[in-house]
C-alpha cells in the first residue's frame, strides 16, 4: 500500500474546500504557523501543500507584511498551462488541433447565434475591424483573427466551451504562423467567412451559423494541411 503524504493530504481537503465555495475567492487562509496548529503538522509540511496549490493555481501566496496565501478560482490561466504542457509533453499533432477546432468551433458559433447580447456583437464587430486592419502585417493579423474566434466562444456563454478556447488559443496562433500559406488571398478569404458568420450570429440563425463556421475552419484546415510540413505543433516557451 502506498501511504500519502501529509502535504498531499492537507493539500487535497484545501483544495476541497476551494472549490467547494468554503473557501471564497480572494479570502486569505490562516498563517501557516496557525494551519500547522489546527492540522498538527509541521510549518515545512503546511508551505509543502500550500505551494502545490500555489501551482494548480488555486492560491496566491504574497510574502511580506500584507502578504499570506490568497484563494483564487480556477480560471483561464490555469487551463492554458496544462493545455500547453499537454501539448509540448505529448508532441501532439496539428492535424489533431485543427480536427479540435472542427469539432468545437461550430457549436460556439451556434450557441452564440442562440444567446449572443449586444456587448458581444460589439466585440464581434471590433475583432472584424482588428482584422481587416491588419491584413498586411501577419502577426497582428493572427492575433486578430484569434480575438474574433475567441469572441465567438465567449457569446456562446458555455464556460467550458470557451475555458477550452482560451486554452488553445496560443496554440492555434503557434500552428497558423507561416507566411507562405496566410497570404493575401487566404487573409481576404478568411475575413470574408468571419463577416459572414457573425452575420449569422446576429440574425440568431444557429444552424447557419453553425454551418459558415463549419465550412471555414474545414476549409482552412484542409489547405494548411496540404502545405504544412510540420506534423507536431511547435510551441515558444511561455514568458
Known amino acids: 500500500m502506498t501511504v500519502p503524504k501529509a502535504s498531499d493530504v492537507l493539500a487535497d481537503e484545501l483544495r476541497e474546500r476551494i472549490l467547494s465555495g468554503q473557501f471564497a475567492e480572494g479570502m486569505t487562509l490562516p498563517s501557516e504557523r496557525d494551519l500547522g496548529a489546527q492540522t498538527r503538522m509541521s510549518r515545512a509540511t503546511v508551505r509543502e501543500a500550500l505551494r502545490m496549490l500555489e501551482v494548480q493555481g488555486l492560491l496566491h501566496i504574497r510574502a511580506g507584511r500584507g502578504g499570506g496565501a490568497f484563494v483564487r ?100 496562433y503557434a500552428s497558423t504562423e507561416n507566411e507562405e500559406f496566410v497570404d493575401d488571398g487566404v487573409r481576404d478569404t478568411a ?9 449569422a450570429i446576429r440574425t440568431g440563425d444557429a444552424g447557419d451559423a453553425a454551418r459558415r463556421m463549419e465550412r471555414h475552419v474545414h476549409t482552412y484546415a484542409t489547405a494548411v494541411l496540404q502545405v504544412e510540413t510540420r506534423g507536431e505543433i511547435e510551441l515558444a516557451r511561455s514568458t
Not at 480560471?75 to 468545437?104: K, M
Not at 475575413?191 to 452575420?199: D, E, G, P, R, Y
Open 73 to 172: 478560482q480556477p480560471a483561464h490561466d490555469g487551463v492554458v498551462r496544462s493545455v500547453e504542457l499537454f501539448v509540448r509533453g505529448r508532441n501532439v499533432r496539428l492535424s489533431a488541433l485543427l480536427e479540435t477546432r472542427e469539432a468545437i468551433e461550430p457549436t460556439c458559433a451556434a450557441l452564440a447565434a442562440a444567446r449572443r447580447t449586444d456587448d458581444d456583437l460589439a466585440r464581434l464587430d471590433a475583432a472584424n475591424g482588428e482584422i481587416d486592419a491588419a491584413r498586411h502585417d501577419l502577426p497582428a493579423f493572427l492575433a486578430a483573427n484569434i480575438h474574433w474566434h475567441l469572441a465567438v466562444a465567449e457569446a456562446s456563454h458555455n464556460e467550458l466551451l470557451s475555458a477550452f478556447m482560451h486554452s488553445i488559443s496560443r496554440t492555434l
Open 191 to 199: 475575413i470574408k467567412a468571419h463577416l459572414s458568420v457573425t452575420k
